[in-house]
């Protein structure tokens, strides 16, 4: 029995130590297999740290090469700019001494008129002694007729002299005004930017063609209500055009379909969503674009809402000049000859700049431009200068100082420059036809024609037909179809004109 239990516990005891033994094993295994993990991950991030390290090597490389880059840049601008003061300087040295040359020769002029002055009156008293004997007359005639001879021969001489400086002056103003001018158009060479009537919307495929234009044509039915354009899809592969006058309606319908097309999803509800939010970027952007304008030039402080319709003149065109970029044109070269004229520089700056406002306004308001950007900027207490300005470049009121003047200058360069601005023949065309062809299928109309660049049409009545009192019921009739049927910018006058004949022949 004592040898059965000895023989267990024995059995226990190695077994113990057999298991004690396998543990230990194990656990050793376990940790050089975590050891060879940890040293795995340890050369990982070693050598991830290496890559970044080079890659910040490199990029601070490139920040270097760009700073250098940007140095030479702004020394190679600064020798211009120290070049041109140069040559202005030079210019103006060369005028001082000029001044001071005809100072000198008016002094000497002086002094030779005073000479004469002293000489005629010596001939004078002479004459009037000779006369006295020769004649019989008294002092008091010979020289009263003597001073009658002298005044009509200095006044056939002054009217000479008049005439003379006259011409002088006239040449010598002509003279100034093409150096400033050409001062002005030579410091300032703007891009040209011109307008189109239609935008291109590139597609991925020909299968989002189907996709805009949706089952039964919802989608695009969608669309143009919406957006307020014309979309074309055509057999060309890959794009659709989108096509309406207004700028900055083309301009939302144009990402608001480039957004849809992205995104995938296209149908009425998805379609108002993203026209609902590019809307509200477009009005933020605009806003920031006139600030950035008016910063830009140093014209703070500026009414909101006058910077706002700036931005928003990005997005308007007159005869296919975009008008900020005309706007931005006229306010530098007006700055420029203003200067040139000694002048205010910033106001004729400010007055460039805000002379077209109006035309921010008249699609959506209606009107003309002059007396929409006269009221904007009296509301919100501008310059005089500034109105004068925007009343002077068209005509309606006369220019009251130097900057209005260079204005109405800069505004004339900047639209009649060759290629600057170009009227489309088609869309012109065509709407002229559509004007004429809502007013001749009236009852009692005999002719009509638009005239004035589109902008009135003029309506002949058969006065048989149509009263006195009918023609200012067709007169509204014809406008509000044409408001209904054409699209144009502005606003277009109708003129109904009813006349009545009498004809009897005498026998």
């Known amino acids: 029995m004592i040898e059965e239990v000895s023989i267990s516990t024995v059995t226990a005891i190695l077994g113990a130590i057999a298991s004690y033994l396998f543990v230990k094993n194990d656990s050793k295994k ?102 006295e004997k020769s004649s019989g007359m008294t002092k008091e005639e010979a020289k009263k007729y003597l001073i009658t001879q002298v005044e009509d021969q200095s006044q056939l001489e002054l ?101 849809l097309v992205a995104d995938g999803r296209i149908h009425p509800g998805r379609i108002e969503a993203i026209h609902t939010k590019v809307k509200a970027q477009f009005e933020q952007k605009i806003l920031e674009d006139g600030e950035n304008i008016v910063v830009e030039l140093g014209l703070l402080p500026m009414a909101e809402e006058l910077m706002r319709l700036l931005g928003r003149m990005r997005y308007r065109a007159s005869y296919g000049q975009n008008a900020l970029a005309h706007t931005l044109e006229v306010a530098k070269l007006a700055s420029i000859m203003a200067a ?14 805000l002379h077209d406002i109006g035309k921010a306004l008249t699609q959506e308001v209606g009107g003309n431009h002059v007396d929409l950007g006269v009221e904007v900027c009296r509301r919100y207490n501008e310059h005089p200068t500034v109105i004068n300005a925007i009343y002077a470049h068209h005509g309606h009121e006369e220019p009251n100082g130097v900057e209005s003047a260079a204005v109405c200058a800069a505004d004339t360069l900047s639209a009649s420059r060759p290629g600057a601005r170009r009227e489309v023949l088609e869309s012109f065309t065509k709407r002229v036809k559509e004007l004429e062809d809502i007013a001749l299928k009236e009852r009692g109309v005999v002719a009509a024609y638009a005239i004035n660049a589109g902008r009135e049409i003029r309506i002949f009545v058969n006065a048989r037909v149509v009263n006195d009192n009918q023609i200012t019921v067709l007169s509204k009739k014809i406008a509000k179809e044409i408001e209904n049927k054409v699209q144009f910018p502005g606003e277009i006058k109708v003129n109904v004109i009813r006349e009545k004949r009498e004809i009897t022949y005498a026998r």
């Open 159 to 259: 009217a000479q002299l008049i005439r003379k400086y006259e011409t002088q002056a006239k040449q010598d103003a002509q003279k100034k005004a093409d150096y400033i001018i050409s001062q002005a158009v030579t410091r300032y060479a703007g891009e040209f930017a011109g307008e189109r009537l239609q935008n291109i919307v590139t597609l991925p495929s020909d299968e989002h063609k189907g996709r805009i234009i949706g089952k039964e044509g919802r989608n695009i039915k969608s669309l143009e209500q919406l957006l307020g354009v014309d979309i074309i899809i055509d057999e060309t592969p890959g794009v659709i055009i989108i096509s309406n006058f207004n700028l900055y309606r083309r301009a939302i319908a144009t990402r608001t379909i480039e957004l």
């Open 30 to 131: 376990q940790f050089k297999h975590h050891e060879a993990e940890a040293k795995a991950k340890a050369l990982a991030i070693e050598h991830e740290a290496e890559n970044h390290l080079h890659e910040a090597k490199v990029s601070i490389k490139e920040s270097e090469i760009n700073l250098e880059k940007q140095f030479q840049e702004r020394v190679l601008n600064v020798e211009k700019q120290k070049n041109e003061l140069g040559v202005e300087l030079k210019a103006l040295d060369k005028r001082e001494k000029e001044i001071e040359k005809e100072k000198k020769d008016l002094e000497k002029k002086e002094l030779y008129l005073d000479k004469l002055v002293y000489e005629k009156e010596g001939e004078l008293s002479t004459l009037i002694s000779l006369l």
């Open 340 to 353: 040139e004229m000694g002048g205010d520089e910033k106001l004729a700056l400010r007055a460039g700049l």
